[in-house]
């Protein structure tokens, strides 16, 4: 397939990257361009790649020999291992240029004289020198009364706006962003937000649903988490911590003073807050402070195919579906008298009108909430889990831990910063 020396910038987005032996190194995931003040036709600098550690590493433009609707290929494996890190005159086109306000003076759209237009892609093209140059950009009229308005192309030097200072107006549009984000897990849109100028980082928070921001919150460092709470108003910060899973909301309410964590747990729904309070009263560091108080909880009488429909609820993690635990009423935590659990395994081969109570193991011990990690660790590796039921004095379910909380307060707290070395690239100097 030949090779293209035109292109525009958004449909290199998450195209794969391959070395020079077809091997796959990642995926495009933005292109860094040169804009400085001085009006001057920007440079595209090189890609964003998104290596299969979902680490971000900078490769220059001069590395490219191929881009081709399907891959964009490299002229070598030996890149930079360094993660990406934006130096001053570097510009990210997806990350901060779509969706710019700017003014267009081409006299062959005399309709978009005068009105504010926003860029939608830009266009570029390799020159004989095999540097890749800003050549077109394209550009919409803002949308009125929810009609769609029609794209024009224009030559990057009848745009006005495309600098610095006309990037760091507020108030700048992410549709795109968030698309791109869609069918990403949390995990991958923190790293990307992570990476995003602080501007265009509050943008993207700002426009998140609460539901959305929840779950991207909980994958950013602690540190990270507050940063966002903060630049929120306080009524939507206490939606986004209802909207977090309990555990997770406690441990980021818990790095906060007590006065400042009050006040967000008195703006908090009284019933979501109550749960968090519970787990504030437990140390950090053990099965009570780790847990979530919003396991799977079923009466006696429930069936089996009532118990596999509560095991599919999307909003549970893989470790929570894999046990289901059975209590005398209430099922709200803490809950009446516990019984048992039920496996998921075991809820697979048994008739769907079977009920739960026939099907319990009643000897797994239990966890007590003050147990401390090493403990855990033990149990799970003991008994062979990924989730464990947590039981008080009087034998009320109080919540479940899961090996992933474990595993979280195990590693360093910078973890989610550290990535193993891919093994299909060679370290070299910086990029």
């Known amino acids: 397939m030949s090779s293209v020396n035109r292109v525009y910038a958004a449909r290199l987005a998450g195209m794969v990257v391959l070395g020079p032996d077809g091997e796959s190194i990642g995926r495009v995931r933005d292109v860094v361009i040169g804009i400085t003040i001085v009006r001057q036709q920007p440079r595209v600098l090189g890609l964003v790649v998104e290596l299969l550690t979902r680490r971000r590493i900078f490769v220059p433009i001069l590395r490219v020999t191929a881009i081709e609707p399907g891959a964009v290929t490299l002229s070598t494996g030996n890149v930079s291992l360094r993660r990406f890190s934006q130096r001053p005159g570097e510009v990210l086109v997806l990350g901060q240029v779509i969706e710019t306000r700017v003014r267009v003076d081409d006299p062959d759209l005399p309709q978009l004289a005068g009105i504010d237009v926003i860029v939608v892609d830009l266009g570029i093209e390799q020159s004989r020198t095999r540097d890749w140059m800003v050549t077109k950009v394209a550009v919409r009229p803002q949308r009125r009364l929810g009609r769609r308005s029609n794209v024009h192309t224009v030559d990057w030097q009848h745009v006005q706006g ?4 006309g990037l760091a107006m507020p108030d700048q549009g992410v549709a795109q962003l968030l698309e791109q984000f869609q069918g990403q897990r949390p995990i991958e849109v923190a790293d990307a937000i992570r990476e995003l100028p602080p501007k265009r980082r509050y943008e993207v928070v700002k426009a998140l649903d609460d539901e959305r921001l929840a779950d991207v919150l909980q994958e950013l460092p602690e540190d990270e988490q507050l940063a966002v709470l903060q630049q929120l108003k306080a009524e939507r910060a206490a939606d986004v911590l209802e909207a977090m899973d309990p555990d997770d909301a406690a ?17 908090m729904d009284p019933e979501d807050s109550e749960d968090v309070r519970r787990l504030l009263s437990h140390s950090p560091n053990t099965a009570g402070g780790l847990m979530t108080s919003e396991p799977i909880v079923l009466a006696p009488d429930t069936t089996v195919a009532e118990a596999l429909a509560r095991v599919r609820d999307p909003d549970l993690t893989p470790a929570v579906a894999t046990l289901v635990f059975v209590v005398r009423p209430p099922t709200a935590t803490p809950t009446g008298r516990y019984l048992g659990c039920v496996h998921l395994q075991r809820l697979l081969r048994e008739p769907p009108a079977a009920l739960v109570s026939g099907i319990l193991d009643s000897d797994l011990p239990s966890l007590r909430p003050e147990d401390s990690l090493g403990a855990l660790t033990r149990y799970f590796a003991a008994y062979n889990l ?3 039921p947590v039981v008080d004095d009087e034998n009320h379910l109080l919540g479940a831990v899961s090996v992933d909380d474990v595993l979280d307060h195990l590693l360093p707290d910078d973890w989610r910063e550290r990535e193993a070395e891919p093994v299909i690239v060679t370290a070299e100097g910086a990029s």
Do not use: H
């Not at 495309?162 to 200072?165: A, C, G, Y």
């Open 162 to 165: 495309l600098t610095p200072s």
């Open 251 to 267: 441990d980021l309410l818990g790095t906060m003073t007590p006065a400042d964590a009050e006040q967000f747990l008195r703006r």
């Open 386 to 388: 990924v989730c464990g």
